[in-house]
């Protein structure tokens, strides 16, 4: 079975300063990942230089057994709310709909069956009474909801999403979970960057933690622990002790 991702070797640099260095890993495939640490640990520097958003020094990546570029229809991406201009004149139903042009190919206009998908995908995140709406019009929670409903539509293998759960009401990270479980169920792999610590045993039955060097990759059991934490994130995290829990983190 071919590994949905391989990275090799990946190095980032901004201004000569390292931000990622010598990160190697692989994950198995129908996999929820919890991508984990600091700020300015490089969490979302490490997916847009494996979307080759932004270049890298060195490193090689593998999605499929197939160079980026070669297999990037089997790919779906969520950016960070703040990277979006949420002013650009669209509703909510032409966005979920570009999540379809992967599918197309940039000449050809989405035809009935498409245009199907995009409202079925906009449905499922519970934007359906929203087709028409500008998206500078909807609130943070709703504008995460249409792009994750985008992420949907273009019917991808691998998931990228950079910390969507940041700026929308409880009942939108409960509805986003949901889907990124049901995602999983259906054989679907998602590596989430995610800064709640206190979800991450509940979310992710895996974990990567990062600190500009990958400090490990594996089951959250395994990993998400005191000594592993501490690693992490140094002085900057502090644990207290629980009889109910592992520990509380704060």
């Known amino acids: 079975?071919?590994?949905?991702?391989?990275?090799?070797?990946?190095?980032?640099?901004?201004?000569?300063?390292?931000?990622?260095?010598?990160?190697?890993f692989s994950i198995p495939k129908g996999k929820l990942i919890g991508v984990i640490g600091p700020n300015g640990a490089g969490k979302s520097t490490l997916i847009k230089s494996i979307l080759e958003l932004i270049p890298?020094?060195?490193g090689e990546v593998e999605v499929f057994g197939?160079?980026?570029?070669?297999?990037?229809?089997?790919v779906g991406y969520?950016?960070?709310?703040?990277?979006?201009?949420?002013?650009f004149p669209t509703n909510a139903f032409d966005v979920v709909t570009m999540g379809r042009y992967g599918h197309l190919g940039w000449l050809k206009r989405p035809g009935k069956k498409d245009k199907e998908i995009a409202l079925d995908c906009l449905n499922k995140v519970g934007m359906?009474?929203?087709?028409?709406?500008?998206?500078?019009?909807?609130?943070?929670?709703?504008q995460q909801r249409v792009f994750l409903a985008?992420?949907?539509?273009?019917?991808a293998d691998l998931y990228f999403m950079d910390e969507p759960f940041v700026g929308v009401d409880a009942a939108t990270e409960k509805a986003i979970i949901s889907l990124l479980m049901n995602l999983k169920e259906h054989g679907k792999t998602v590596l989430v960057v995610h800064h709640d610590l206190n979800t991450v045993k509940e979310y992710f039955d895996w974990i990567m933690l990062l600190n500009v060097?990958?400090?490990g990759i594996g089951p959250t059991e395994e990993l998400f622990?005191?000594?592993?934490?501490q690693k992490t994130y140094g002085g900057s995290l502090t644990l207290i002790e629980s009889n109910s829990s592992p520990f509380i983190l704060s």
């Open 1 to 24: 079975m071919t590994t949905p991702l391989t990275v090799r070797n990946l190095a980032v640099a901004y201004q000569k300063k390292p931000v990622l260095e010598d990160i190697s």
């Open 56 to 58: 890298s020094i060195t």
């Open 66 to 74: 197939r160079a980026y570029q070669q297999n990037r229809k089997k």
């Open 78 to 87: 969520v950016p960070q709310r703040e990277s979006v201009d949420w002013d």
């Open 128 to 142: 359906g009474d929203f087709v028409h709406r500008q998206i500078s019009q909807l609130s943070g929670g709703q």
């Open 150 to 155: 985008r992420a949907l539509a273009q019917d």
């Open 213 to 215: 060097k990958l400090i």
């Open 225 to 229: 622990t005191k000594d592993y934490l």
